[in-house]
Each structure stands twice: as C-alpha cells, then as structure tokens.
C-alpha cells in the first residue's frame, strides 16, 4: 500500500495518524502492530513507524507478555501540565472572590496563551459602575494590559523580542508601543513586583497586577484588579497591589 506522507485535509497524515494511534490505545490496550495497522488501514511498516516514533518519546510503550502496546508515562505528563492548569483556574477563582469582595471591584487571573494575556477566571464587584466587556477567555494584549505587562516581565525573553519588536496596536492615546518605552514598563515590573495600564487598553479604565508564582518561583500566571480611573487613581495602585500580592501568595503556596 503506497503512503502518503503529505497532507490531507488540512492536517499533517504522519501527525494525525500518530494522532489516531493514542486514541485507539486510549479506549483499548494492548493492541499490537498488525491490528494497530488494520485499523488504520496503512501498511505494517507504517504503523511500525509511528509507534516507533511514539515510543521513543515516551508516548507510548511495548508490553512484554504479547507485545501489543499502551499508552506510555510521557502521555501523564503531558496530562498533568493540563491538570496543573485546572488546578489554578479553580485556585484563582477563590482568590478573586476574596480580593474582589475586599477591594469591591473586578479582579481576574490571567495567563499567557498565544501572545496574549487570556482570562481564566474573575470576579466582579458590586458596583453600580464597573467595567465593562470582562469575560473568563477574553484575551488582552500583552503591552496594554497589566496582566500582560506582568506575564511579557517574567515571561521568555523570546517572547519579549518578538512582542517589542512588532508593530503594536495604540489602543488609546496612552497606550506604550514604542520599543524603548515598552522596555523601560518591563524593566520597572521586575524592579517593582507589579504592573500597571493607565487607560491603555480603554478609556477611562485603569488595572494593577502582581505575579502568581509556582513552587519553584516561576511566573505562571497574573491576578489583577481593573476599575475605572476614578476609583482607581495611580495614588492607590500600591494600596491595592498589597491586597493582590497576598491573594497571589495563597494561590502560589497552593
């Protein structure tokens, strides 16, 4: 049977075959060679290849008994990273009840995604006048938002480039997209510990954030509070940030 190693419907073949692999050994173990081929309706050689390819990144594995094959550890890891993720949406989640009862405004945990800062989870407060067009998977840009200037700080230095090096959007007369601007806001969240948007993203609308960390330091994620400018002066970023930092500790000691 001739393969066909280019692509077919939009998907790489190699990948979506490798693909159907672990799903076939998801729902059942032990199937070997022959029938992991039958099933995908490609040569032996082929499927030969593919498991190889699997296995030797721990995707997969050899039983001894019949030589059929299984999922492999590496699949659990991979899992657990989505996991760890689950884990801190539902640990922000309570962290932004508590600082947005206290702070009575909206607050929200961010994490980077694809270039930008994405929503996973808030709480709004219980004002007559709040902000408006927040939403859990809303995604911000990294250098008009404070959430993002937080993750863009703590986050791969390629990323930076990429980010400062691009041609960013002026969302408002007050939003930073010059390349030496840009740094310096960079460099003044890793002095200070947090971030800032003075009506960068929207009119009006000014935020504060400070780092979540992991266990081993690394920044995974931003808590913020976003208001409008009036109750949200400059003068009461630092009052504010203290109350996000220790929302962030119980999140990070997590």
């Known amino acids: 049977m001739a393969e066909n190693t280019g692509k ?41 290849r593919l498991l190889a390819t699997l296995e030797e990144h721990d995707l997969v594995e050899q ?17 657990g990273a989505v996991t760890g993720r689950i884990d801190l949406a539902r640990d922000a ?28 989870t808030q709480t709004e407060g219980k004002r007559m006048i709040g902000v408006a067009q927040q939403y859990v998977g809303q995604r911000g840009p990294l250098h008009a938002t404070s ?3 937080v993750l863009l700080a703590h986050g791969d230095p390629a990323e930076q480039r ?12 007050s939003t930073v997209v010059e390349t030496a601007g840009l740094e310096a806001e960079l460099e003044k969240v890793l002095e200070r510990g947090w971030a800032s948007a003075v ?20 920044t995974v994620a931003a808590l913020s509070v976003t208001a409008p400018a009036f109750r949200l002066p400059e003068s009461s970023f630092e009052a504010h940030v203290g109350v996000l930092r220790e929302a962030a500790a119980f999140i990070s000691g997590r």
Request: net charge negative; proline share 1%; glycine share 10%.
């Open 147 to 149: 959430t993002g200037k």
């Open 199 to 218: 009506a960068e993203w929207e009119e009006g609308i000014n935020a504060v954030a400070v780092p979540i960390q992991d266990a081993v330091g690394q």
């Open 8 to 48: 077919e419907g939009g998907t790489v073949q190699s990948v979506d075959r490798a693909a159907k692999i672990l799903e076939l050994l998801r729902r059942e173990s032990g199937l070997t060679i022959s029938e992991i081929a039958r099933r995908l309706q490609v040569h032996r050689s082929t499927a030969f």
């Open 162 to 173: 990429r980010v400062i090096g691009s041609a960013l959007t002026a969302y408002t007369a």
């Open 63 to 79: 039983e001894q008994v019949r030589g059929g094959f299984r999922l492999g550890f590496g699949v659990l890891r991979m899992a």
């Open 93 to 120: 989640q309570q962290c932004c009840d508590a600082a947005a009862e206290e702070l009575n405004e909206t607050v929200n945990a961010a994490i980077l995604d694809a270039g930008a800062a994405m929503t996973i």
